[in-house]
């Protein structure tokens, strides 16, 4: 499967970005996605990840009550809403997708995913 992210940009801090990613190829259920991120400087770090069936989430503690992921299966994408941004929130951003059970949620390990996106800029000025 191939997925692209798309959505970042420069926003200030308290706003809001909506990133997505689109997925191409082999059936986009079948596999768990995740939002990892990288900032400058920085080792990437998990942000998110959904279940196959969208009903299950696992957020980073710093995004929790902040960003939103969702999936719509039928047309191959997933979503990251991100709220009240901080300047920390600025990374490079990538979806990632893993092979799961349909309710199983990824964890935080970049190897446990087969695919990778490349990454979209988010940036949040203060």
């Known amino acids: 499967v191939q997925l692209q992210a798309s959505g970042g940009g420069l926003v200030q801090a308290g706003g809001s970005l909506r990133l997505s990613c689109a997925a191409s190829?082999?059936?986009?259920?079948?596999?768990?996605v995740s939002w990892f991120r990288q900032p400058p400087g920085v080792e990437r770090e998990f942000v998110v990840a959904?279940?196959?069936?969208?009903?299950?989430?696992n957020y980073a503690d710093s995004v929790k009550g902040r960003f939103t992921i969702s999936r719509d299966n039928a047309k191959n994408m997933v979503y990251l809403q991100m709220n009240s941004l901080k300047p920390e929130d600025t990374a490079v951003y990538y979806c990632?997708?893993?092979?799961?059970?349909?309710?199983?949620?990824?964890?935080?390990?970049?190897?446990?995913?087969?695919?990778w996106g490349q990454g979209t800029l988010v940036t949040v000025s203060s």
């Open positions: 990632a997708a893993s092979v799961a059970t349909w309710t199983a949620v990824p964890g935080s390990r970049g190897t446990d995913y087969n695919y």
């Open positions: 190829g082999r059936s986009f259920s079948n596999y768990a």
């Open positions: 959904v279940s196959r069936s969208g009903g299950r989430t």
